[in-house]
């Protein structure tokens, strides 16, 4: 479709869905959601690869009344193992991002995104080879390889929602895409559950490979069809490029050649209120996402083909409250209160929420509608933290929004990869209610400090 001059002076008469920044937040939706594919899907997975009799038998004779069902894998890895795999992934993905986060600012993002995510989606193929043939150590090898590819995704969508969407529009389109993260996830582990029992090639492997070539597919359209900013792209009315530009930059050069503030940005207490709150939700939302399949199967005896279901919704939860939360976000602030205060109290429902809820989840082990009802109302209102410290980045600076979420989101994923590690000590001789109690506990506690840190801290005001 071509868009002239002619056709639209405004850019309020353009439909929204022929604004072209609708589009590129779509695929940068279906993006993240590919990236969330491709870093649960090991979670419920693993849950079919273990014999989980089997280990539990060497560890403790009476951990075995927690073990029912079609839980008989191929792998006889331990639970510390099991934790190391899972964390395998994130050594990769902390690596490229502040490297990434340097080389966007003048290479631009587009391409570092596409073709990351098509080596995190061709790897995938040889995880079920690597797994047989080489063991743990060759699978950790290509989940390392896997995360090294989706690195930039993170870094490289700020960016480009920090040249393409308006002020104003940024906590609905942040979340909307972000929020891709969950409908990943809501799709990974159902999807993941039935192939591990119904799938071919022994059923867990087929996990993979159906994903990997979803993935594959869309790196192939998103590097064909998504422009890097307004200014390149070919299909965009004249009334919409002019609109961007001059809502994002009207009181900021778009200047590439600026120097970057980096000694500036390390002193900045709004910069340190995002960084801690963003490694405490990476904390307490990868010890969900690496561990809960496994809670679900050891502790509430859930089976196999159920347990991708049950799992995914307090992900569910997530994604549509995220979208409530920005809609409510963007209101407030249209409705004049100031951008520090909307980011602090939807933070603050977005960490809190979770921190009182896992709390209660360790008590209630006796009732599964319980036990699942706590953990999507949890999760539910930890979507409200894409309208809250998720998006801050770019209140702070759209120049240098792609380099402040790389060098958070580098630090966060360090925390994070050290949750499904904490985990698997804690329940390793014994995956008893106590422990997991122990897990969640600790998830909580660093919920709720983070949260008081941003609350206390944060700010929406411009700082370069």
Same mark, same amino acid.
């Given at each position: 479709m071509e868009y002239t001059k002619e056709k639209y002076s405004e850019d309020s008469d353009i439909p929204t869905c022929a604004r072209r920044r609708v589009f590129v937040t779509i695929m940068l939706f279906l993006g993240m959601a590919n990236a969330y594919v491709m870093r649960t899907n090991m979670s419920v997975a693993i849950v079919a690869m273990v014999d989980h009799k089997s280990i539990t038998k060497e560890r403790n004779s009476n951990s075995t009344r927690y073990i029912e069902g079609d839980l008989h894998g191929e792998f006889n890895w331990s639970y510390k193992l099991q934790g190391y795999i899972l964390a395998s992934f994130f050594y990769g993905y902390v690596l490229t991002q502040i490297p990434f986060g340097f080389l966007i600012k003048n290479y631009g993002s587009k391409h570092f995104l596409?073709?990351?995510?098509?080596?995190?989606?061709?790897?995938?193929?040889?995880?079920?080879? &690597?797994?047989?043939?080489?063991?743990?150590?060759?699978?950790?090898v290509v989940r390392f390889v896997q995360g090294l590819g989706e690195g930039p995704i993170v870094p490289?969508?700020?960016?480009?929602?920090?040249?393409?969407?308006?002020?104003?529009?940024?906590?609905?389109?942040?979340?909307?895409?972000?929020?891709g993260a969950q409908f990943g996830t809501i799709v990974s582990m159902p999807l993941s559950g039935l192939l591990a029992v119904h799938g071919f090639d022994g059923g867990w492997p087929s996990i993979f490979y159906v994903f990997g070539i979803v993935s594959t597919l869309w790196s192939v359209l998103f590097l064909w069809l998504v422009p890097e900013d307004p200014s390149v792209a070919k299909t965009?009315?004249?009334a919409e490029r002019k609109y961007i530009s001059k809502a994002i930059w009207s009181t900021q050069s778009a200047d590439n050649t600026a120097k970057t503030p980096i000694c500036s940005i390390f002193k900045s207490v709004p910069f340190w209120a995002i960084m801690i709150a963003h490694s405490g939700q990476n904390y307490g939302y990868e010890t969900l996402m690496t561990e809960l399949p496994?809670?679900?199967?050891?502790?509430?005896?859930?089976?196999?083909?159920?347990?991708?279901?049950? &799992?995914?919704?307090?992900?569910l939860a997530m994604w549509i409250t995220a979208i409530v939360f920005s809609v409510i976000a963007d209101r407030l602030i249209?409705?004049?209160?100031?951008?520090t205060l909307a980011r602090k109290i939807m933070n603050s429902f977005g960490q809190y929420g979770p921190a009182v809820t896992l709390l209660a989840v360790g008590y209630c082990y006796q009732s599964l509608i319980l036990t699942v009802a706590l953990f999507t109302i949890g999760m539910g209102l930890n979507g409200a933290i894409y &309208?809250?410290?998720?998006?801050?980045?770019?209140?702070?600076?759209?120049?240098?929004?792609g380099l402040l979420m790389s060098m958070t989101n580098c630090c966060a994923n360090l925390i994070g990869l050290t949750a499904p590690?904490?985990?698997?000590?804690?329940?390793?001789l014994d995956p008893s209610i106590a422990n997991w109690r122990i897990v969640?506990?600790? &998830?909580?506690?660093?919920?709720?400090?983070?949260a008081t840190f941003f609350l206390l801290f944060a700010s929406g005001k411009r700082q370069w």
């Open positions: 596409g073709w990351g995510m098509m080596i995190n989606s061709l790897a995938a193929f040889l995880v079920p080879i &690597s797994a047989r043939k080489g063991g743990y150590l060759a699978l950790c490289c969508t700020h960016a480009m929602l920090a040249h393409w969407i308006p002020p104003d529009e940024r906590s609905r389109s942040g979340a909307a895409v972000y929020a965009i009315s004249e496994t809670y679900m199967a050891m502790v509430m005896k859930v089976k196999l083909k159920a347990n991708g279901f049950l &799992s995914s919704l307090p992900y249209r409705n004049n209160m100031s951008i &309208s809250g410290f998720k998006i801050n980045h770019l209140d702070l600076s759209p120049t240098f929004a590690m904490v985990a698997g000590h804690v329940i390793n969640f506990l600790i &998830s909580s506690a660093v919920y709720g400090t983070c």
